[in-house]
Nanobody, 131 residues
Framework: QVRVVESGGGSVQAGGSLRLSCAVS????????VGWFRQPPEKEREGVAT????????YYADSVKGRFTISHDNAVSTVYLQMNGLKPEDTATYYC????????????????????????WGQGTQVTVSS
């Protein structure tokens, strides 16, 4: 059974930073593509950033380019999202999602931000940015 667990959310003031962690665990599962998504209140879920833990491309939504950085540490099967220069509009529940390496590498945008591309999801972690 694949488990995806996010952590690191919290409340910060505008301009502050947070680092989210996504631990993906399973006996024989290897993620081929891992993505961070977010869902603001009363809005649809949207893609934020994606990465290929095998050492490939990263993609960022235009709204976070230059402020957020996605990275991975395969030794601990964890993907991170470093968020700097946070803005009130970044307030959302942040979700991590993964798909099996057998499905191939991360697709190109905008397909990489389609939620149906990912079979495994975490429970979400709340990020609140106050002005």
């Amino acid at each position: 059974q694949v488990r995806v667990v996010e952590s690191g959310g919290g409340s910060v003031q505008a301009g502050g930073s947070l680092r989210l962690s996504c631990a993906v665990s399973a006996a024989t599962f290897r993620p081929g593509c891992v993505g961070w998504f977010r869902q603001p209140p009363e809005k649809e879920r949207e893609g934020v950033a994606t990465i290929e833990p095998g050492g490939g491309s990263t993609y960022y939504a235009d709204s976070v380019k230059g402020r957020f950085t996605i990275s991975h540490d395969n030794a601990v099967s964890t993907v991170y999202l470093q968020m700097n220069g946070l803005k009130p509009e970044d307030t959302a529940t942040y979700y991590c999602a993964a798909r099996n390496v057998y499905r191939g590498r991360c697709p190109l945008p905008p397909l990489v931000y389609r939620t149906s591309e990912y079979a495994y999801w975490g429970q979400g972690t709340q990020v609140t940015v106050s002005s």
